[in-house]
């Protein structure tokens, strides 16, 4: 499964997917260094004349074939460059990306797994992914793993993003696991990239092949302020994966494996504000086994699902579901309602 990639050592190796266990290996230098064949070509285009007590025409290539291939060789040579020096893997030091497309290389071809345009999205080099894009890299072209440069850029940096989604990338496009960009965008807590992502029309609600949302994946790391966007633009609290997980389920997981801070704390409280209600027992009755392991965090939870929710925190959640998917913030502003009830709809008190 395709991550990102760490910007000072050029691509990344590994990321882990919130939905296995084993880290996804990742492009290396080795997979670029990759083995073009460029021997002589053994073919002909022209046909001498048979030599004595010979039978067979003697082949041989013709200067017109041998400049076309060694043309084609020529430029393979100078893409695969240009993965490397966007890369930052200086196999050549004088290189650079502007005189290699200029001397021909193919900013579409793939090399690999990588594309040009993804890999200057995983350095996060705005500079670099405007020149590609001016110079006609295809936005939406699909890299070996089934990923947009839009699902890198969002995991890295608002810039690439937003030119990204300028020269038409789709903001719902989906990976091998038909995750968007807005998914990648909420996982690895980028707020702004998941704010130009929703303006640009990505769904808050898109659903991956484990029926997981952008929510579920910024709770189930605590994302506070990736949270607190999406829901802003009407993300829904009560939603349920394949495997029975709910945004604040998966949350109230990680606070029992003792990996939670005050921030995820503040998320929690964020989360079951929106939700007006929640249950912390699966749809079979049974308890999650991460609380059996934090006693207090169970008795916590115990008490707040006891309460009897108010009407006025289930009409906040009515009233949020009713406006539907946009800009919450805009759309209570023009409810004909008092200050102070306008706040509370848009969960700040």
């Known amino acids: 499964m395709p991550g990102p990639t760490d910007a000072s050592s050029g691509l990344a190796v590994l990321s882990v997917h919130p939905h296995t266990p084993e880290p996804a290996l990742y492009p290396t230098e080795r997979d670029l260094n990759l083995q073009l064949g460029q021997t002589g070509v053994q073919c002909c285009c022209s046909v001498s004349a048979p030599q004595p007590g010979c039978h067979v025409p003697q082949l041989h290539m013709s200067s017109t074939m041998w400049y076309i291939m060694q043309s084609i060789q020529s430029k393979y040579s100078l893409s695969e460059r240009l993965i490397r020096t966007i890369a930052a893997i200086r196999s050549f030091p004088h290189d650079n990306v502007e005189d290699l497309i200029r001397r021909g290389a193919d900013v579409n071809r793939m090399h690999g797994t990588l594309k040009p345009l993804h890999c200057a ?105 990736s949270v607190r966007v999406l829901l802003e633009y009407g993300a829904q609290v009560r939603v349920t994966n394949l495997k029975g997980q709910t945004p604040i389920s998966r949350l109230v997981a990680l606070l029992a494996r003792g990996l939670g801070t005050e921030q995820e704390e503040r998320c929690l409280e964020l989360l079951c504000r929106a939700a007006g209600r929640f249950e912390i027992r699966r749809a079979d009755g049974t308890l999650p086994k991460e609380l059996s392991k934090d006693p207090q965090l169970l008795a916590k939870l115990t008490g707040m699902v006891s309460e009897a929710p108010t009407l006025r925190s289930l009409t906040r959640c009515v009233v949020r579901q009713s406006l539907g998917v946009r800009f919450l913030p805009t759309a209570v502003k023009e409810l004909p309602l008092p200050e102070s009830v306008k706040e509370y709809l848009l969960l700040r008190n």
């Open 121 to 225: 999205c995983m350095v996060a080099d705005t500079d670099c992914v405007e020149l590609l894009l001016e110079k006609g890299a295809e936005v939406n072209a699909l890299d070996g793993y089934n990923r947009t440069a839009l699902h890198y850029a969002a995991e890295k940096d608002e810039g690439c993003v937003e030119l990204l989604l300028e020269y038409g990338a789709l903001p719902n496009a989906l990976d091998g696991n038909k995750d968007t960009p807005l998914h990648w965008a909420a996982f690895k807590d980028n707020p702004e990239c998941v704010r130009a992502l929703l303006e640009s029309g990505g769904c808050p609600n898109a659903r991956d092949y484990n029926n997981d949302t952008p929510l579920s994946w910024a709770a189930m790391k605590g994302n506070l302020e």
